[in-house]
């Protein structure tokens, strides 16, 4: 993996400066950053992420490592500067593909919608279930596998215990579950689920 992205860096330049402004207006919302360390390679502009988990567990994905290049590429197709993201993990290298201003545009107003119902009630979200739950047969036996995620069990703690959020909004996993549905977490977790399948490929 140091060797890999040691190699590819020493193939890029940094960009003068080495940063882009975003600009993104969805709905009545709008959010400005900086994209930072934006290197040229190939002509291209490309962040590079060093990681340390691998991307891949039991065959499916692993977001939490990849939430930052994941959106960055939303981020910067939205706002009409691209930035390609390459990541190095220890199970593997990944080149996120590049995505249209439409699709870009199609996920962050679903995020911007989340965002603003999150400003006036909890909102039934936790990343690992959501991920486990949209790479799993979506049957009893996955129900039964989350709750033990938001539980816990004789041998780990569970995801209730280590989030005052979650103990708060939700003190059990009956009360969590019943304010979500498939078709909402699919709305999340799909697209970018479906943008690392089609860098994997």
């Known amino acids: 993996m140091l060797q890999n992205y040691a190699a590819v860096l020493s193939q890029t330049e940094l960009l003068q400066p080495d940063f882009i402004r975003v600009q993104l207006h969805c709905a009545d919302l709008q959010l400005s950053d900086w994209l930072s360390a934006v290197r ?8 590079l992420h060093l990681v340390s988990e691998p991307l891949q567990k039991d065959k499916r994905w692993q977001l939490r490592p990849l939430l930052m290049p994941l959106l960055n590429a939303y981020v910067s197709a939205f706002a009409g500067t691209p930035i390609r993201q390459w990541i190095f993990a220890p199970d593997r290298t990944l080149q996120l593909p590049l995505l249209t201003a439409e699709e870009a545009s199609s996920y962050l107003t679903v995020l911007a919608d989340l965002l603003r119902q999150g400003w006036q009630q909890p909102l039934p979200y936790q990343l690992k ?12 036996k996955a129900v039964d596998k989350l709750r033990q995620l938001y539980h816990g069990d004789h041998f780990n703690a569970g995801l209730l215990s280590r989030n005052a959020y979650l103990a708060r909004a939700y003190p059990d996993f009956d009360s969590f579950w019943q304010h979500t549905t498939p078709q909402y977490l699919e709305q999340l977790i799909g697209p970018l689920l479906q943008l690392l399948d089609r860098a994997g490929e």
């Open 40 to 47: 040229r390679y190939q002509s291209a502009p490309w962040q």
């Open 129 to 140: 279930l959501a991920e486990y739950w949209c790479q799993s047969g979506q049957d009893g």
